[in-house]
């Protein structure tokens, strides 16, 4: 029987059947964990709990844990926190780690940063593994050809005891692009074009496929960003089949396999492709002309458009866009106060950021380098880069990044997820509107009502310098 490549990861790690799905589900089973990734905001919770039920962790050695989301990102930062109980958190998860034998990837270690960045860049995710974490982005890692996806909590600390995790089995989506990305197109603006195209809930239960011509094309980071927003999809995950590009970007990291074990990888890895005549519960095709750099213009990141478009009536969305009710399309244009038909292009900005676990990889602030260099940061605009771990800050510093940034008056910063959602007690400033390379643009998101516009890191960067929402194909007029 054909099978999908989800199949072949749920088969290869499914110990039991609980239901067998007869009432219309997927079924459930119970699944093994081969990694489980852990930051301090929840991390430690979960292995305090652990403790205090008498229970153990049962394989530290699949168990990492960063400081990531909130740990001040300024120079010289230590255990204290601009966030109130912040260090309480650190101190807490760092001793907790300690005890039970975990991988710790501490304030000062070179290994430490945005849990979604640190283990693809390490390997500790690897194709068809099967990888928990706390928090929503796990989908990132998909990918590299692994299922991984988002736990809270309580499921933490269930797959810290016994390995496993019962799991509810989604449908299945396949997202074929095909075609060659336009000039100044990016693995962001696609990102957006999906969640606009397919709406906020459009992969709710789902497990997506992505495929296509495009997909193969894409660089790894480009391919972690893409995936990182199946969770805007309301999807379970996403994952995209391991290939040559993933094991070339694999070789030689911490944690990847050496010698023999290389060789016996690459040759697994091989195998996990979805089958020409495997069937799925959706199918939607794409065509890459079709996209254009974009931006948000709402309070979820379905509300996004081309750069260069308006903001739509309900009455007329763009083409492909997802419906949205009165309700919340009225709500999101006064939160953001605008109005239907405004233009995107030219909207004034008080502050662009570059970071968070979607876009804070080297290729991205190469990117946004590559549009500052030579180029001042408008009057009035703060600017802020937060790299994604502290071997990208080093990297990009190698390179002479980081002179460019504060060149352009950006300010440099220590690995961490800052303001992508203020959970280190920063923010931005009341009504303020800020573009920004993060996933989310909730009401207050990243800050007391703060009006956040999605974009890549190209187009963050030249907005930046216009002081407007620009687009970085059109430099000469910055």
Known sequence: MARTLFDKLWDAH??????????????????????????????????KALEESGRDVRDPSRV???????????????????????????LATREAATRAGATLFDIGDPRQGIVHVISPENAIVLPGLTLVCPDSHTCTQGALGALAWGIGSSEAEHA???GTLRVNRPKQMRVTISGDLAEGVTAKDLALYVVARLGSGGGRAHVIE???????????????TLCNMATELAAFTAVIAPDASTAAWLEGRTYAPRGEDWQAALAAWAQLSTDADAVFDREVAIDAADVAPMVSWGTAPQQSAPLAGRVPRLAEPAADAAPTTPEAHGRALVYMDLAEDTAL?????DAAFIGSCTNARLP????????????????????????????????AEAEGLDKVFL????????????????????????????????????????GPR????????????????????????????L
Not at 210 to 224: F, W
Not at 413 to 440: D, H, K, P
Request: charged letters at 25%.
């Open 345 to 349: 292009l030219g909207l004034a900005i």
């Open 210 to 224: 992505y495929a296509g011509s495009t997909i193969e094309a894409l660089p790894i980071e480009a391919r972690m």
């Open 407 to 446: 060149a352009a008056g950006f300010e440099w910063r220590e690995a961490g997820c800052s303001m992508c959602f203020f959970s280190g007690g920063e923010s931005f400033g009341e009504e303020e509107r800020v573009i920004s390379t993060t996933n989310r643009n909730f009401e207050s998101r990243q």
């Open 364 to 395: 991205d602030l190469r990117a946004a380098a590559g549009i500052l260099a030579g180029r001042k940061v408008a009057a009035g605009v703060r600017a802020i880069c937060v790299p994604g771990s502290t071997r990208v800050k080093a990297e």
């Open 64 to 90: 990492f844990v960063t400081m990531d989301h909130v740990v001040d990102t300024l120079p010289g930062r230590g255990d204290r926190t601009i966030m109130p109980t912040g260090t309480d958190f650190i």
């Open 160 to 162: 810290l005891a016994t």
């Open 14 to 47: 499914l110990v039991r059947n609980l239901s067998s799905g007869e009432d219309g589900d997927g079924g459930t089973g119970l699944i093994a964990i081969d990694r489980i990734l852990l930051h301090e905001r929840t991390g430690g919770i979960a292995l």
């Open 450 to 477: 703060t009006r956040t516009h999605l974009a890549s890191p190209a187009t963050v960067a030249a907005s930046a310098i216009a002081g407007r929402i620009a687009d970085p194909r059109k430099l000469e007029a």
